[in-house]
């Protein structure tokens, strides 16, 4: 005869608070996802910024004022450079995504239907127009981010202590944890910036000695895409030889010359210098990231994906099992 087994599971009420207290903490996280996102981007701002201010610091320059002005110069040197492209980079941008179907039939061996491309792409210049329309309410953003830096940076000399509050003598491993985030995080924002300006700037240049239309819009693209290792720069190569091959040969040949003339610059000379201090992620594990971040929450988070991959990897070498409880813990 087989004797039945009973299963008893036995719930506490310590146990139902946390799982509904995960429930809501979770609800409230997709609920303040945009927000989140920008406290996120005031974090990446402080760490780029923070070890300029803490380098002043020392010769007695004062932490307010000098990051005050290392915020509104990189603040208003931005505004600049968008105010001065921003006409031209619209304009020939919606004049290339106007062009484009044209330029692609011109190119491409199989000859699409009259108009089947073009319907794709023919309520685009539309949402240029839109989002140019909101630039005044992303500086109201970018400005309110900037505010949050500032007072970020002027209480992160004070990490160490609000950690040891909080957490006792485990604050000092939190606080290895996070300077060592604010040394990789650091690196890789600076890096990526003066990257995505660098490879910008001498693909403009490059398109314009060959003569190649839309230089501003590819060279904007191919900036741009250096947000996306490995594969960014191949992929900017793509429009750039289209519209050369819809002119002549010998301009897409010229603009793939270009932009294998950059990728070397960058793999070999840009890259090595300006991020010798980032370990670099692999390439899998970059798209993989990017893709989810876009899926999640649309392109905002997946430019965010890979810093939170490298901060994520930096918390993951600090957590190990405990031998007694299996539990995860920071080592």
Request: net charge neutral.
């Amino acid at each position: 005869m087989i004797k039945k087994k009973h299963i008893i599971f036995e719930f506490s009420i310590g146990s139902i608070f946390w799982v509904l207290f995960s429930l809501a903490a979770a609800y409230i996280l997709l609920r303040l996802a945009s927000v989140i996102a920008l406290l996120f981007i005031a974090i990446l701002i402080t760490l780029a910024v923070c070890p300029m201010v803490d380098y002043l610091e020392k010769f007695r320059v004062n932490r307010a004022l000098s990051s005050m002005v290392i915020l509104l110069a990189t603040f208003g040197t931005i505004i600049f450079a968008v105010v001065s492209l921003a006409a031209p980079l619209l304009d020939q941008t919606q004049l290339f995504l106007q062009k484009l179907p044209a330029i692609i039939d011109s190119v491409s061996p199989i000859k699409l239907a009259d108009g089947s491309l073009s319907a794709q792409f023919a309520n685009v210049p539309g949402k240029v127009l839109t989002f140019a329309l909101d630039t005044f309410s992303a500086f109201i953003t970018a400005f309110t981010v900037i505010v949050i830096s500032f007072y970020m940076i002027q209480d992160l000399h004070n990490l160490e202590s609000h950690l040891k509050f909080w957490f006792g003598d485990k604050g000092h491993r939190y606080f290895v944890i996070a300077e060592k985030l604010e040394v990789q995080i650091g690196y890789w924002v600076r890096g990526e910036l003066l990257l995505m300006l660098l490879v910008g700037l001498l693909s403009y240049i490059g398109y314009l000695i060959i003569g190649l239309p839309f230089a501003i819009s590819l060279a904007f693209i191919a900036g741009m895409l250096e947000l996306i290792p490995n594969i960014g720069p191949t992929i900017a190569t793509i429009p750039a030889v289209l519209v050369g091959f819809s002119i002549s040969t010998g301009h897409g040949i010229a603009a793939l010359i270009v932009s294998l003339i950059v990728q070397q610059l960058e793999n070999n000379l840009i890259v090595p210098k300006i991020m010798q201090h980032v370990a670099g992620l692999n390439p899998i594990i970059t798209i993989v990231a990017i893709m989810i971040g876009f899926q999640l929450g649309g392109p905002l988070l997946a430019i965010l994906a890979l810093p939170t991959v490298l901060s994520a990897r930096v918390i993951l070498s600090h957590i190990q099992l405990n031998k007694d409880t299996t539990i995860p813990e920071i080592d």
